[in-house]
């Protein structure tokens, strides 16, 4: 996701002189084509994501469209109050790009786990927020972040997510994607889950559960046709997600609590306690049930009890 990031940025910026991009101090063997490329472009605040979001904007009221960029939940949860009022208030062009979403940067602890950063993000006024399901979701969002007017944030995962979709989608900000079509059941994934969501509804299919999996890439604006559709169509529906409370999950269940024919609904997301303990991405999302494993037999469960 980081490579697709920087390469269509760097395309997007041979064309249109106003992208910068402001990092805090990261980004080693990922940013440097756009600094090389575009030197007056590229601003290194440091480690001062506080700092990164002040310049960035006062680069944005001066007409420019200024990315920001550092890891997991840097670029977040330090700077919270200059994104709140320095940008969403004033409904800046800064795109906020959070790289190691989730339990990517597993190793590093909590301290480096990017689990709260939907939730809060979703609730500012003015903010897009992005997740991504693959490399090429993150081209088109960064394309759509790009063209579009006021604040955002774009959540990515470190490196060598492969490419899940057989042939390009049509992206619209706002507007879930459909890999499969079933009955039975809805998975709603978003970010960096849907490979496995897509691996655990094809081995589904194999038992004979008719799958529907969306990716939602949007979490605000959150497509509510697709959630309300999935909810007319199918059984039950499950989030899955590599958050905390207060993301996807939420955001969905929000949705059907005000409509009056509630399928059965299931979030699968982290637990709300921090992960205390470090290991690898794919450890970490096991020992929280965020593999194949887990959402199969999340499924069964759900099922039974719909039988």
């Known amino acids: 996701m980081r490579i697709s990031f920087i390469k269509t940025l760097c395309e997007l910026a041979r064309t249109d002189e106003n992208i910068w991009l402001v990092c805090g101090d990261l980004g080693f063997s990922v940013l440097e084509p756009f600094a090389e490329e575009f030197p007056d472009r590229f601003i ?14 006062g680069l944005a009221l001066s007409g420019k469209t200024v990315f920001t960029y550092s890891i997991a939940n840097f670029p977040v949860m330090r700077c919270f ?20 979403g989730g339990l990517a940067y597993g190793t590093q602890g ?11 993000m979703r609730v500012l006024p003015n903010m ?21 007017k006021g604040p955002g944030y774009l959540r990515l995962g470190k490196a060598s997510e492969p490419i899940v979709h057989q ?3 049509v992206f619209e ?5 459909r890999l499969l079509d079933g009955k039975d059941i809805a998975l709603i994934s978003t970010g960096a889950m849907l490979e496995t969501t897509m691996a655990a509804a094809k081995e589904l299919q194999k038992t004979g559960v008719a ?4 990716s939602m890439h949007t979490v605000q604006p959150l497509d509510e046709n697709a959630v309300k559709d999935a909810a007319k169509e199918c059984r039950a529906i499950i989030t899955i997600e590599e958050h905390a409370v207060g993301g996807l999950g939420s955001a969905v269940g929000e949705i059907l609590a005000q409509s009056y024919d509630n399928p059965m609904f299931r979030m699968m997301r982290l637990n709300r306690e921090p992960v205390k303990h470090a290991g690898s991405q794919k450890y970490l999302r096991t020992a929280q049930g965020l593999d194949v494993k887990g959402i199969i037999k999340m499924v069964e469960s759900v099922l039974a009890r719909h039988a």
């Open 44 to 57: 290194n605040a440091g480690v001062a994501e506080q700092n990164m979001t002040g310049l960035a904007a």
């Open 81 to 100: 109050e200059q994104i709140r009022n320095d940008v969403c208030y004033h409904n800046l062009n800064v795109k906020i790009v959070a790289v190691g």
């Open 110 to 120: 909590y301290t480096h786990h990017g689990v709260e950063d939907l939730a809060v």
């Open 128 to 148: 897009t927020v992005i997740a991504p399901g693959d490399p090429i979701e993150t081209k088109f969002a960064v394309q759509s972040m790009a063209q579009q």
């Open 167 to 169: 042939t390009e989608p």
């Open 173 to 177: 900000i706002g507007r879930a994607i």
């Open 211 to 214: 799958v529907t999996v969306l």
